[in-house]
DNA sequence: GTTAGCACTCGTCATGGTAGAGTGCTAATA
DNA sequence: TATTAGCACTCTACCATGACGAGTGCTAAC
């Protein structure tokens, strides 16, 4: 908050960057003393302690009840994070070093980087990793394939100019035979090839909307078709590192990881929510209650989108808790997003 | 085991099922005394506990310390389980209906059954539900397309007889063209279409084993290509129900949770799990220790397989502690096997 | 073979007392 | 005027204690 650098001066501004520090660093509340012995303000305790005094009336900290030491709030961190934005990355070069190894582990294929990439996000971060594969509106029709079998299945096929392969299986009428079913393939290829998901969606529904009897029956089997392939799923989430997150001491609380799984099970709200936050550029944190889902309040996010060309493919992030390594999450998340962005521009 | 039943006369059988019951119902050690409450044995509660301690010599009882009451071992509940099995399926009517209600709710699409079938499975049983699709084992190819993007990327689409898609990218010869693929698609179509799956890949890897040089240019690339389209992927298998189990008392301790988690979240072990277990026929239960998974040796694992005609064509099982109602899940996991062969069968 | 009765064991819960960490306030200091 | 030393105060964590209740095992009587 330019708030908050307004109200502080220089000297409140390290001690709050400190006990936060602190915090991040041991679980438990920070008192004054702990900060005069760590750092060498060259102020006593008693000073501190106003200081702190100070801090907590304009919110940045909070004393969990009289007399323990402070903890941060959620402002609290997010003036942490500003002070973040502004320094240059300070990043350990040998995790840097090891960040890039992992990458380049990574296979040069897109359908199954998410997976991979959201294990190596946990894995770094000891955090929970999620990555997104592109939404709709982002990707291009390569080619579209269709393909019966019994007698009133469809298996369509869509690949896409990004090397996204996607699939589904609808039921067509029976006397559909395969010769027609090319016809249409042809129709969809030559009419959109080259166009982005989401406006093959729009202009087929524009179609249906025109009268439905100017097309002949294959063309409205092959809108039929469109429609059903072309709209989004789920499937396409990658989450994990839950169970490294536990032994974290933040999560002690039964209830809290009950919340937590509840949120990450639900494939649903994750789209919604890398969906909502793929339209910002760049690495973006959500520090608890800053968080755009209610069910998340309690935790930290970290995201990011990743590229091809200019067009974003895909979002990555990390969960964690509010008390998080943001210094080292964000310069993860920021890296591997520019690491995949790179990978993809090369191919 | 027929041992139990050689040792144990009828009414030691009757009072160990009525300790097993009692503890299904509430989590606590279970005394002598509400034995004879609420079951009309017609015994004392110093008689029950006579029993009770000869049940507890013979491993089917244990005590979690003096004077406590008693809770079954995982004998005791193999016992209890095979007891159930031989009398007729008591669950409740109503409930009955209503999943077959849920079942009935389920596309008849294959590829999206699993996932739904697992949600649904926790849905209606309160612990964890998982699918697995088909092995290559057991589906059939009927038909494999190959399309070329970006100078050397390979887009390999796979449908079976099943009506399963699978697909892949592969990197190839920037030589190769469209037409020469075309060629390779047509070569293993007309090879091995109706064929098992594993049946090609072992086909294939004796083809490897020969002089490559006999072959032309083009099939060796589509023996490539085979070679690795036909590899498994854990990606079939779907798990959820996880917040849920958390809410049971069973699961108030935090490293127990994260031993779960861990299990659960490696989809390799559990793809291992499910196909050792798919070698056998019709529902099978896992208590506790006999888990062929040593990771889930605190939990019960029941599990059967869904068939497509005479093959098995997935599988599907629920993970719950091993207090657990067996009676209830064992007919839920059952009853959605045989209502999925059946579906499929009517296709 | 069954049962009543009793002594015994153990976990749970509430109580109280102590130690330690950390605060806020006040008065003295630079 | 800003800083600091000192002190009283507060709150948590920890431990020991004791009462209570649940449940057992054993014995003697039926």
């Known amino acids: 908050m330019t708030s908050a650098n307004e109200i502080l001066d220089e000297r409140n501004k390290q001690i709050l960057c400190a006990v936060i520090q602190c915090h991040i660093n041991t679980p438990v509340p920070v008192g004054s003393r702990v900060i005069t012995k760590k750092y060498s303000f060259g102020l006593s305790s008693a000073t501190i302690r106003n200081i702190m005094a100070d801090l907590e009336e304009m919110g ?12 941060p709030t959620d402002s609290g961190y997010r003036f942490y ?18 960040l890039h190894e992992k990458l380049d582990r990574l296979k040069k294929d897109i359908n199954t980087l ?31 394939e269709l393909h019966k079998f019994r007698k009133n299945r469809l298996a369509v096929v869509l690949i896409t100019d990004e090397g996204i392969i996607k699939h589904k299986v609808v039921t067509i009428d029976a006397g559909t035979s395969q010769k027609d079913l090319n016809r249409i393939a042809d129709y969809i ?27 002949d029956k294959l063309i409205s089997q ?19 590192g839950l169970s490294g997150v536990l032994g974290l001491p933040d999560f002690c609380d039964i209830d809290k990881i009950r ?16 969906d909502l936050i793929s339209a910002s550029e760049g690495t973006q944190v959500f520090i608890g209650s800053e968080n ?34 943001y210094e080292k ?19």
Chains 1, 2 share one sequence.
């Open 60 to 71: 940045f900290l909070r004393q969990p009840h009289t007399s323990a030491g402070r903890v």
């Open 81 to 98: 994070v500003n002070t973040l934005k502004g320094k240059k990355n300070q990043t350990n070069k040998a995790q840097l070093i090891e």
């Open 114 to 144: 998410p997976d991979e990439t959201s294990r190596m996000l946990s894995a770094a971060s000891n955090y929970i990793g999620i990555t997104m594969s592109p939404h709709d509106r982002i990707i291009t029709l390569s080619k579209i």
């Open 189 to 215: 290829n030559s009419e959109y090839s080259g166009t982005h998901v989401e406006d093959i969606r729009k202009s087929i529904a524009k179609e249906l909307a025109k009268d439905k009897m100017r097309y």
């Open 222 to 240: 092959a809108v039929k078709i469109c429609k059903s392939i072309f709209s989004t799923s789920p499937d396409d989430v990658f989450i994990s």
């Open 259 to 274: 919340e937590l799984l509840k949120t990450i099970e639900d494939k649903e709200l994750i789209v919604r929510l890398l």
């Open 292 to 325: 755009p889902l209610a069910e998340m309040k309690k935790f930290s996010l970290i995201v990011s989108t990743f590229k091809e060309g200019a067009n974003p493919v895909g979002a990555i992030g990390i969960i964690g808790p509010t008390r998080m390594n």
């Open 329 to 347: 999450t964000i310069s993860i998340v920021d890296m591997t997003a520019q690491f995949i962005t790179n990978m993809l521009s090369e191919r």
